[in-house]
């Protein structure tokens, strides 16, 4: 088998098979939030990480998300 991205023979499984092929362990890699391997080369999350910071930010955005949030570092006594 043959890492789609760098060319070389691939040892073992890959790291991750997609639609676009199969890629190495050192062409794919972590995600920089949570560890796990990212699904393309050109990806720095994965998925679930970037749903999650994608919503977030929206909810951020939104006119009661920075007051819930507040509220919430308050009650925990972080601020």
């Known amino acids: 088998m043959q890492c789609g991205n760098c ?3 691939i040892i073992g499984v ?3 098979s997609n639609g676009m092929g199969s890629f190495c362990r050192n ?4 995600c ?3 560890g796990k391997p990212v699904n393309t080369i050109a990806h720095d999350k994965c ?4 749903e999650v910071m994608t919503r977030l930010d929206k909810f951020l955005e939104s006119k009661g998300g920075k007051d819930v949030i507040w509220a919430k570092l ?6």
Not at 27 to 30: G, K, L, M, R, V
Not at 47 to 50: G, R, S
């Open 14 to 16: 890959p790291r991750t």
């Open 7 to 9: 060319k070389q023979g």
């Open 32 to 34: 920089h939030i949570c």
């Open 74 to 79: 308050v009650n925990l006594g972080v601020i």
């Open 47 to 50: 998925n679930l990480c970037w």
């Open 27 to 30: 062409c794919i890699p972590n």
